[in-house]
């Protein structure tokens, strides 16, 4: 057992005292988890004595990590952190659950001490695969623990976890589940029976059973799994709202808080003084306190220079995202790529990168919502992380997960092929049409959508080298590279792509239509059928939905008839985007959207846009009847 900076006497004391804590927070705050809280209490106590995590060194690129998995048990961990040097214990229980306080209801990494944000429970030990990933691809020794409770087991994602860590050897990782047998609505057993112990068994790791109340057999298991050459899991035998005997055993108070009587009975349990009184002023003059945001460094990145398509032939952007991708890996020999894929890696074109670089690529299988999480986790810790996936899968099915990466502060690139009706004989289930909208919704991303391969080059690279979240979307079908008036490549060897930028791509006096990916080829075909029906119109690609640039609006305004053009659901779309802009800036503009009014069908993709009324004939038809 390595040094402890606790005694056993120590963290004994310290437990009846935090126990105090987790009651005070709760019953001030009138909500919160008291009983999980007090069932877990023990084993954070014991693995923040254990661990190489210090106030000192918590932000030390060699600490051990610990992940919380249930945040719900945010006051155990506060006590536990608060007597251990990480910040003011006083505040977190005054101002447990204010707004305005960095002590949240469930964990936030603005807490000193906290890793990973969580409260979507099952997602823990994808963040724990993350950061042990990461340390083994840096040479860091490390460990990684992450502690969860019984009622998540029932979630799939776990298993996805378990089979990711076996395969890329994650021994440096141990998982320890609270197994207090109670959750919200009852017993585990009765709400969903599981077999914790052989489900880990039978996924290869090494499964070790204590009693979650005694730090001597905590130590020597933390111990024991360290030594292990498979990830470990220790199950913990614990009771629910241990040390009080009205809350022992009794799934009541799994997220219910006492009252005021209740509390002053249960601290007198303890043996500890009811000073709630004091924390109750503390709360009345609470000033909010400052959050830390912690930015890891992101790698400097040399983009190189741009690969050139030209006009003659059409190019996939997916094709030039592979080669931008693989191209920048090369010319960034001594920066730390990760490139993430789920049994699709010929489809998304990464499979170039995965041959150059083989350590440096991940195959997760058809496990997207543990790769999501992965891939989030290890682009935190100073790695240019890629995750690559069709749009159904890498949006629609990891929403949540993509939403607790971008609460997360992560720096991830996401990038989706085979988005919209472009996806064509894969048909409806696979027709991504909810991609822009869906992506807008998370703050921190950052919604790109090239337009054919010259853009989706200057893109990749342009992503590459910036830290933060970004989206890029692209279809599956090969593009013609648009071509400016004099017939040359637009977006060629002099382009310099700017994020948020409109690009103007044709000039006309009538009407305007702005189009977005694959459609802007198509709004080229618009173009030239009403230039022979003698109307002119202007034609614009945006390609940050997230971001349009106010004076480009107000110029693309000036045409008064504005149609906006989408491969995605005409309701929630780019065109809703681009109107509810102009409206905030009260431009005087009509706007009119084309986009997807229906779930497609498979076929030919030309057909299929046909059939649901988005083929160039059609819009140039529909624009010309507005203005005549």
Known sequence: MMNLRFSIEQLTELSRICKGDILKMTTIAESGHPGGSMSSLDLYLALYAYANITPENRLKENRDRIVISHGHTAPGIYSVLGHFGFFNIDDAIAYFRKVGSIFEGHIEPEVPGIEWATGNLGQGLSAGAGFALAGKQKGLEYNVYVCMGDGEQQKGQLTEARRFAKKYGLSNITALVDYNQLQISGSVHDVMPQNIKENYLSD??????????????????????????????????????????????????????????????????????????????????????????????????????????????????????????????????????????????????????????????????????????????????????????????????????????????????????????????????????????????????????????????????????????????????????????????????????????????????????????VMVEKAMRVYEILKRKGISIDVWNISSISEIQEDDLKKIAECKNISTYEDHNVNTGMGSIIAAKMNQLRLDAYVHPFGVTQYGMSGCSEDVYHYLHLDADFVAEEIYKNLS
């Open 204 to 517: 290869g790791w090494d499964v070790i059973e204590i009693n979650g109340h005694d730090f001597n057999e905590i130590f020597s298991a933390v111990d024991e799994a360290n030594a292990c050459d498979n990830p470990s899991v220790i199950i913990a035998h614990t009771v629910m709202g241990h040390g009080i005997s009205f809350m022992e055993n009794d799934e009541d108070f799994h997220g219910k808080a006492l009252t005021y009587d209740e509390c002053s009975k249960a601290l007198s349990e303890l043996g500890l003084a009811n000073d709630i009184d004091k924390y109750i002023r503390m709360r009345e003059n609470f000033v909010p306190i400052i959050r830390e945001i912690y930015h890891p460094n992101y790698p400097h990145i040399e983009t190189g220079e741009a690969i050139f398509y030209s006009k003659e032939k059409p190019v996939a952007c997916r094709n030039a995202y592979g080669k931008a991708l693989a191209d920048l890996a090369q010319i960034n020999k001594k920066v730390q790529f990760a490139v993430f894929d789920c049994d699709l890696a010929g489809s998304v074109k990464t499979s170039q990168f995965a041959q150059e670089n083989p350590a440096e690529f991940y195959q997760g299988g058809i496990q997207e919502h543990n790769t999501a999480v992965v891939a989030g986790v290890m682009s935190k810790e100073n790695i240019i992380t890629f995750f690559s996936d069709f749009g159904v899968f890498g949006v629609d099915e990891t929403y949540n997960q993509q939403r607790l990466n971008d609460i997360n502060r992560t720096n991830l690139k996401l990038v989706t092929t085979h988005v919209g009706l472009n996806v064509g004989e894969d048909g409806k289930t696979h027709q991504c049409i909810d991609y822009i909208s869906l992506m807008s919704n998370l703050y921190g991303f950052r919604v790109i959508i090239p337009a054919d391969g010259n853009q989706a080059d200057k893109i990749i690279r342009y992503i590459t080298s910036m830290s933060g979240n970004f989206y890029v979307s692209i279809g599956r079908s090969g593009t013609a590279i648009i071509t400016d008036e004099n017939g040359n490549e637009f977006y060629g060897k002099n382009y310099v792509f700017r994020y948020g930028s409109a690009d103007h791509i044709r000039e006309g006096k009538d009407a305007a239509l702005i189009a977005t990916g």
